[in-house]
């Protein structure tokens, strides 16, 4: 144990570089080539993909407007918040907290949780999942939409529940579980 009280590890060697990586860049206000996704009226933009990061994490950016946010869920992934602007009302295991502009949260996997933006003001926060993958669920049940932050289409009665059971459908093979909400 060091001084600081923190384990040390043994000395472990550190594989070579991967030439093969390269080093991404994303501006998720000025890139066009980013996915912006419109769902359950969000708008997630793919900041990095598993393909990015040799599918050790992703990276969302995460425009919740007023009322917006996904219903109860879990899944066997890590996943983690950071609120940039507005607030949120997170569900985790039943318990709700507010969380604010300078916030991060980190949602266990496994563990039931969901968020709401209960303001009168749009919230902005990253995302990020441990391992990558919910960026791909993302892409297959969203809509493509312009931007960060524009909306996506209000779908009607029948549009809804095709969504519904498509997501139903594919959630598992995204290691995720809907819920029922509370």
């Not at 144990?1 to 991404?24: F, N, W, Y």
């Not at 969302?60 to 602007?85: A, S, W």
């Not at 524009?150 to 519904?164: G, I, R, S, V, Y």
């Amino acid at each position: 144990m060091s001084s600081s009280g923190i384990a040390e590890k043994p000395s472990v060697g550190i594989p070579p570089d991967d030439l093969q990586r390269h080093m991404t860049l994303a501006q998720p206000d000025k890139q066009n080539g980013l996915a912006h996704i419109g769902l359950v009226g969000d708008t997630y933009t793919i900041v990095l993909a598993g393909k990015d990061t040799n599918g050790r994490f992703c990276l969302i950016d995460m425009h919740i407007p007023p009322g917006g946010g996904p219903p109860p869920h879990r899944h066997d992934f890590e996943e983690t918040f950071v609120i940039l602007e507005g607030e949120l009302e997170s569900t985790f295991r039943g318990k709700k907290l507010v969380v604010r502009a300078g916030d991060t949260i980190n949602i266990p996997s496994n563990a039931p949780h969901q968020f709401r933006n209960g303001s009168d003001q749009p919230a902005r926060l990253l995302c990020v999942c441990s391992p990558a993958g919910q960026e791909q669920l993302f892409l297959e049940i969203g809509t493509q939409v312009a931007n960060r932050t524009t909306p996506p289409p209000k779908p009607d009665e029948e549009a809804q529940q095709t969504l519904q059971a498509k997501t139903k459908e594919l959630a598992p093979q995204y290691r995720t579980e809907l819920l029922e909400s509370a």
